[in-house]
């Protein structure tokens, strides 16, 4: 029981009496796999969040991104995503090494329809397959393999919602902190805030780190 309410929902009869069930049409967009229409989503996908969890259950999604079309279609029940440098904390690699399961979702730039893959999540460092994916003359070191056990289209009223796309409702940076005012939050007043943002936008603009 959570302790801000006792109007929780004990079980999946509960659930369906309060939203009801999916139409067969809506059924039938889940397949195990791609075809010639869908995978246009990730050939044209710059961007998508990825999702994993441990052993226990405990759930993580991460940002992947790069060029448009830098998920690898290996088949039409397999796809690459290369490994790009990060921050090396790697949840979500640790977390394949424990559990396998991943969910995706391919966004792309101003189109309101998503794709979403689920599947079984292989860490992977054959030099032959990430070659596939240089970029910047860089090959990745490691590549995330995906074995697709279903792929479907998600319809577009979050998006819509939301108004992502709406660029006069884009969110004024100015009024977010800081990446190093946030840790400045957390190591106390004598962080360099600025000095750090300093720092972190130069390297950026020489793109170190990217590839």
């Known amino acids: 029981m959570h302790r801000l309410t ?3 929902l004990a079980s999946e009869a509960d659930l369906r009496a309060l939203i009801g069930h999916p139409s067969p049409i809506v059924c039938s967009k889940v397949q ?6 869908t995978r246009k989503f990730i050939e044209l996908s710059p961007f998508l969040c990825l999702a994993t969890s441990d052993a226990a259950g405990t759930c ?5 991104g790069d060029p448009p079309g830098f998920v690898k279609i290996l088949d039409d029940r397999t796809l690459l995503i290369p490994e790009r440098p990060g921050n090396r904390i790697a949840d979500s690699l640790v ?3 424990h559990n396998p399961h991943v969910g995706l979702l391919f966004i792309l730039p101003g189109v309101t329809d998503t794709f979403r893959v689920n599947g079984r999540a292989t860490l992977i460092r054959d030099a032959a397959l990430l070659a596939r994916c240089i970029v910047e003359n ?5 590549g995330i393999l995906v074995d697709i056990d279903t792929a479907y289209t998600q319809c577009s009223k979050a998006f819509l919602r ?4 709406d ?11 800081t990446v190093g005012e946030i840790h400045r939050s957390f190591l106390g007043e004598s962080f360099d ?5 300093r720092e972190r936008a130069a390297r950026y603009a020489r793109r170190e780190g990217f590839y």
Do not use: G, Q
């Not at 993580?60 to 992947?64: L, T, Y």
């Not at 860089?138 to 490691?142: A, E, V």
């Open 193 to 197: 805030a600025a000095a750090y943002d």
């Open 32 to 37: 195990d796999r791609i075809n010639t229409e």
């Open 162 to 165: 939301s108004h992502l796309w």
């Open 60 to 64: 993580d999604v991460s940002p992947r």
């Open 95 to 97: 977390n394949i090494l």
């Open 6 to 8: 006792t109007e929780t």
């Open 167 to 177: 660029a006069d409702r884009f969110v004024d940076p100015t009024l977010l902190p």
């Open 138 to 142: 860089s090959i990745p070191k490691l």
